[in-house]
């Protein structure tokens, strides 16, 4: 099960409401997931329609409608990823989502300094520390002994947007959440952005310095360091162990491999195998790790 609405809509009444096209068996709606788990009354989107169950909802283009469909409902539109989002944001507005709105829960040992914000669907774990100012988002989930130092976000929508046809941007609704592992440490005035349909998630043990910024839907492994100023895009995977020099940055959807080392600066543009050493701009390798 997806992201669950607060009440259920038709694949009909959405396909009006988006003046789109639709075909295949009527469905209720009642949550939202990426097309990779996808399940029955769910809504999703993907250009390569492959059926891998039924009772589901899926916004594709023209030319997949010929696979076997009998047993899903279809919404019909040439670009599916634009059409999704326009699909979110009219369920933000019309009807909300409930994933994230039963009242945080907060260990009461942990420690949480002044003017924090915690939202709904938050959980601080046992002996934690959140310092003065922070805001933890919905769906920001802190495991035991980590620190969150002052004037941090956490798990705030990342920059997502797809252009209409006029050119104006559209947002991309984040609907997924941040974890936080256990012994973590996060600087000061860092931001994490909260996953789009799928959760932003720091493993055990990372330490992450100040004013450091990582975006959607991240990985960043057990015991990796990011150190000040340096930028993960979105998607990226950080491996166990890995160094992320400060001032660096990563293009999205890349992988940085286990004990890996970034230079100060770097740029990274392509996957980084493990325990090698890449800097400069485009970043290159420099030698591998003994």
């Known amino acids: 099960m997806g992201y669950r609405l607060n009440c259920s809509i038709n694949l009909s009444e959405l396909a009006t409401a988006l003046s789109l096209s639709w075909e295949g068996v009527e469905v209720k709606i009642k949550s939202i997931s990426p097309y990779n788990s996808v399940s029955e009354s769910d809504l999703t989107f993907t250009s390569r329609l492959d059926v891998v169950s039924s009772g589901y909802a899926v916004i594709t283009t023209p030319d997949q409608i010929d696979c076997d469909t009998k047993n899903i409902g279809i919404l019909v539109s040439e670009s599916p990823r634009l059409a999704f989002i326009k699909a979110l944001d009219f369920l933000v507005r019309e009807i909300g989502f409930s994933s994230w709105s039963h009242p945080a829960i907060i260990d009461p040992t942990a420690s949480i300094g002044r003017n924090v914000v915690i939202e709904n669907g938050c959980v601080v774990g046992a002996n934690s520390i959140i310092e003065h100012n922070v805001v933890l988002h919905s769906g920001t989930r802190v495991g035991q002994n980590s620190r ?143």
Request: charged residues 20%; aromatic residues 4%.
């Open 148 to 290: 969150i130092r002052s004037c941090s976000s956490i798990g705030g929508d990342g920059f997502g947007f797809e252009r209409m046809p006029d050119g104006i941007p559209l947002r991309f609704p984040h609907l997924g959440g941040v974890i936080i592992g256990n012994n973590v440490e996060i600087g000061s005035c860092t931001a994490i952005a909260r996953g789009t349909l799928s959760d932003t998630i720091i493993e055990d043990e990372v330490k992450i310095d100040n004013l450091v910024h990582i975006a959607h839907n991240c990985l960043i492994k057990n015991g990796a360091f990011i150190i000040a100023c340096a930028e993960i895009s979105g998607g990226v995977e950080i491996g166990k162990n890995a160094w992320v020099a400060p001032n660096s940055c990563t293009h999205q959807k890349i992988s940085v491999g286990d004990g890996a080392i970034i230079g100060l600066g770097a740029v990274v543009t392509k996957n980084v195998p493990s325990f090698t050493v890449y800097a400069g701009n485009p970043a290159k390798k420099l030698r591998d790790i003994e």
